[in-house]
């Protein structure tokens, strides 16, 4: 049983509109969260997190929003640039190990 | 900067050849995992060890075994390769500390078994 969900296995966007990728929880004991890239033959890079007490985390273009009580988090990229083009994997924390979603494959068209 | 560097990018081995896939990393991490990616299937954890000589089974680990002598080092061993052991595998690291938690991946092994 997947706990944590990424409905999309992918998502077109134009480059300088919003990017906007979804992740679901079924764990209410999760209490924290990760947003990892990763380009095709490389490994999958740190991008940004949340803490369960928070519901905003923002650096840069990229902005994290936490709903508990939907056990819902999107990951916004704005404006969105080719580089974005990659998968991208939401993670929760669980006794130390992540568990991952299954990633959706964001491209930017030009 | 944390480095996990992985012996091969790209592996080409026979069906029932042993594989061993290398990983160090250099910041003295305590955990550190091996994940098989695979397209619509996200990253799946093979196994996994929160310290030296103490190893954990994922959710695939048949088919597979790990060994950590170091702290530094993790190994995972193909005992006798498979076709369906084709894979992108990827290992990682981290700290065991919540505050600063995150994995850090190698570059990952393209293992293709013919």
């Known amino acids: 049983d997947q706990q944590v969900k990424q409905n999309s296995p992918s998502l077109s966007v134009q480059e300088g509109r919003i990017s906007i990728l979804n992740c679901d929880y079924t764990?209410?004991?999760?209490?924290?969260f990760l947003w990892y890239k990763k380009y095709p033959a490389e490994g999958p890079t740190f991008l940004i997190s949340?803490?369960?007490i928070k519901d905003k985390n923002e650096d840069g273009r990229f902005t994290v929003f936490l709903n508990k009580s939907a056990k819902h988090l999107s990951l916004h990229i704005v404006p969105s640039q080719p580089g974005d083009s990659a998968v991208y994997f939401c993670?929760?924390?669980?006794?130390?190990?992540?568990?991952w979603g299954a990633g959706t494959k964001l491209i930017i068209k030009p | 900067d944390v480095k996990v560097t992985q012996s091969s990018r790209y592996l080409v081995k026979r069906t029932g050849e042993k594989v061993f896939l290398e990983c160090v990393q250099d910041?003295?991490?305590?955990?550190m995992f091996w994940y098989r990616q695979d397209p619509g299937l996200g990253l799946r954890l093979i196994y996994f060890?929160?310290?030296?000589?103490?190893?954990e089974k994922g959710d695939i680990p048949e088919g597979y075994s790990v060994s950590r002598e170091k702290k530094e080092r993790f190994s995972l061993i193909l005992e006798s390769a498979s076709t369906n052991q084709t894979s992108m595998y990827l290992c990682?690291?981290?700290?065991?500390?919540?505050?600063?938690?995150?994995?850090?991946f190698g570059s990952g092994t393209r293992l293709t078994v013919v």
């Open positions: 993670a929760a924390l669980s006794n130390y190990q992540l568990i």
């Open positions: 764990n209410s004991m999760f209490d924290y």
């Open positions: 949340i803490s369960s």
């Open positions: 910041m003295d991490h305590e955990n």
């Open positions: 060890s929160y310290d030296v000589k103490m190893k």
């Open positions: 990682a690291s981290s700290l065991s500390d919540r505050e600063n938690y995150g994995y850090t």
